[in-house]
């Protein structure tokens, strides 16, 4: 099993560009979420999905997009990209979300906006 | 939300030494997950606690969880240097997952 995945790695934006950043696993998982970590401030939760067709915001979603048409794939799409969205962002992926949070992350993808 | 304060916010210890990062909720707990985040890399999951009182040990880490006091400790023994990251204290509140700012740990040989 591959896990979680992302791509990409690293990327570098213009402010006003826009972009998907990919997520993926392989565990049948039905808990996905999307979070950002900032210097100092851990991780914070963008967008998270219950399941295929369900979505919802978490506690910072402004800016950020999401569909989950597949049980496998959660993208995160960036509307127009600004500099506050510097950051690292993670996907993770959890069995059973609420009744249990151990989650699967993966290794993050490193987005900068100029 | 759920907002969980971590102290220290960085610790620096030599290698051999014990250590303790404590988690602090605002608002009652409903279990209380531990992460480590090596530097660069995704997280790892470590430890769940559930009920006050519990306590849970892997390898030479202890997780302790009081529900009275809305708080948990890490405590790790003869720290390695393979101990060093980020760890991260986390807790649900319906669907979704708060995490604290993280401790920084730095192990020196």
């Known amino acids: 099993n591959a896990g979680v995945t992302q791509t990409p790695k690293f990327q570098v934006l213009k402010t006003g560009q826009s972009m998907t950043l990919q997520c993926a696993q392989d565990?049948?998982?039905?808990?996905m979420s999307w979070y950002r970590q900032d210097p100092g401030m851990g991780l914070r939760l963008i967008h998270y999905?219950?399941?295929?067709?369900?979505?919802d915001q978490g506690e910072v979603p402004n800016g950020y997009n999401v569909s989950r048409s597949t049980t496998e794939d959660f993208p995160l799409r960036l509307l127009s990209a600004a500099p506050s969205q510097t950051s690292v962002y993670f996907c993770?992926?959890?069995?059973?979300?609420?009744?249990?949070?151990?989650?699967?992350f993966g290794p993050g993808t490193r987005l900068t906006v100029t | 939300s759920q907002e969980l304060e971590q102290s220290p916010q960085s610790l620096i210890v030599q290698e051999g030494k014990n250590l303790t990062i404590n988690c602090t909720s605002s608002?009652?707990?409903?279990?209380l997950y531990w992460y480590k985040q090596k530097y660069g890399e995704g997280l790892i999951f470590l430890m769940m606690?559930?009920?006050?009182?519990e306590e849970k040990s892997h390898e030479k880490i202890t997780a302790k969880l009081d529900e009275k006091k809305q708080q948990s400790s890490l405590h790790i023994t003869a720290s390695q240097p393979s101990h060093a990251g980020i760890y991260l204290c986390?807790?649900?509140?319906?669907?979704?997952?708060?995490f604290g700012s993280g401790t920084k740990l730095n192990v020196k040989p």
């Open positions: 993770a992926s959890s069995s059973t979300g609420a009744l249990s949070w151990e989650q699967y």
């Open positions: 999905s219950v399941g295929a067709g369900i979505t």
């Open positions: 606690l559930q009920k006050g009182g």
């Open positions: 986390g807790a649900p509140k319906a669907n979704k997952f708060y």
């Open positions: 565990m049948n998982h039905e808990y």
């Open positions: 608002k009652t707990l409903y279990g």
